[in-house]
């Protein structure tokens, strides 16, 4: 846990404020090429929507003004209008006209901004598969080089100012991957791969979420993208790709055997140990991660103890199941997890 602490101190306060924080989920914050271009189409609406409200509101004020005004002694007009009224024909002819010129002024700016999104540079991008479960988030990187390739959940380690191309998939329902102060969302349909490419421009921790309601517990589907320096990044990646350490003492010792013993084996994998099971997230470096149940718990000793007894309190729901353990068996249990940096 000291580890995980250091890193957290030393890295994750250097990284931008404007993202870890508040605000910590913000389209109107880009932190990349894909969402800026986002954001300025975003803009452009706005202005054109705020001009066509004033122009409409304006209109209906003058229509007021210069309505005629009627008392009890008006007469009841009951003569019917004959011919063109050329003022209203021209008012409604040249609001016409504006609407069409702005509408067709939004179709270009939607265009145009869909042709810069899908013109990123991906030369020598770094490749993720992220799997959408119910519900939690599943990150393999490099899945295509088995001498690269290692998991992590929940949790997206990316270098500032490289290309990222995040294949999404989704074994069970539609999800939806959005980081809005990085990229737009995209859906994740069952039985297809969708890819999309985003690129971090700053450092800084952004959130995400499902977009897409996908069951009992959509809300608490939440992830980190972590936009570090290439150095860092790099830092961290040689660390994921590295089996979990042996025990350092007996009390790391008893709780690799208690969970060894434990339900928890029928689930996780820790790489360098028998556990290899694939129904739940990979643990391997589970104390290098900032959060536990997609983004619902911050990684501490007491909230893991609480996720690992009693996790329907915590994500109704959950296909987690409660993990009842001597409290002895529960303290070395989580002295052994928080070991795995």
């Not at 939004?106 to 770094?126: C, E, N, Q, Y």
């Not at 949790?155 to 991957?177: A, M, N, T, Y």
């Not at 990979?282 to 104390?287: I, R, S, W, Y």
């Not at 290098?288 to 103890?305: E, F, V």
């Amino acid at each position: 846990m000291s580890v995980r602490l250091a890193y957290a101190s030393s890295v994750l306060p250097a990284l931008s404020g404007a993202a870890y924080g508040a605000p910590f989920q913000n389209a109107l914050l880009p932190g990349g090429i894909q969402a800026d271009h986002v954001h300025t189409l975003w803009l452009i609406m706005l202005a054109t929507c705020a001009v066509v409200f004033a122009a409409v509101f304006a209109a209906f004020l003058i229509a007021l003004w210069r309505a005629p005004r009627a008392t009890e002694e008006t007469s009841p007009q009951t003569s019917r209008t004959t011919g063109a009224e050329r003022g209203s024909s021209r008012a409604v002819a040249i609001g016409a006209a504006l609407s069409t010129a702005g509408l067709l002024g939004l179709l270009v700016a939607s265009v145009v901004t869909d042709r810069a999104l899908a013109g990123l540079p991906l030369k020598d991008g770094i490749v993720i598969e992220v799997n959408g479960l119910q519900w939690w988030w599943q990150a393999t990187y490099s899945p295509g080089d088995p001498a690269r390739t290692f998991e992590t959940a929940n949790e997206l380690h990316i270098p500032v100012g490289k290309p990222v191309v995040l294949k999404l998939q989704s074994p069970d329902v539609i999800h939806s991957f959005w980081v809005p102060n990085l990229a737009p969302k995209k859906d994740l349909i069952p039985g297809h791969t969708l890819t999309l490419a985003l690129r971090a421009d700053k450092p800084g921790v952004y959130r995400g979420q499902c977009a897409e309601f996908c069951g009992y517990q959509h809300a608490k589907m939440a992830f980190l993208v972590i936009a570090e320096e290439p150095a860092q990044y790099e830092q961290w990646e040689k660390a994921q790709r590295a089996s979990a350490k042996e025990p350092a003492d007996a009390a790391q010792k008893r709780g690799q055997q208690v969970f060894m013993e434990s339900p928890c084996v029928m689930c996780h994998t820790i790489q360098g140990t028998a556990a290899n099971a694939k129904n739940g997230p990979d643990l391997t470096h589970l104390a290098s991660r900032t959060t536990i149940a997609a983004g619902t718990l911050p990684n501490t000793r007491g909230h893991l103890a609480g996720w690992i007894s009693n996790p329907q309190q915590v994500k109704p729901g959950t296909n987690m199941p409660a993990v009842t353990l001597p409290a002895d068996d529960l303290q070395a249990l989580l002295t052994y997890l928080e070991s795995l940096q």
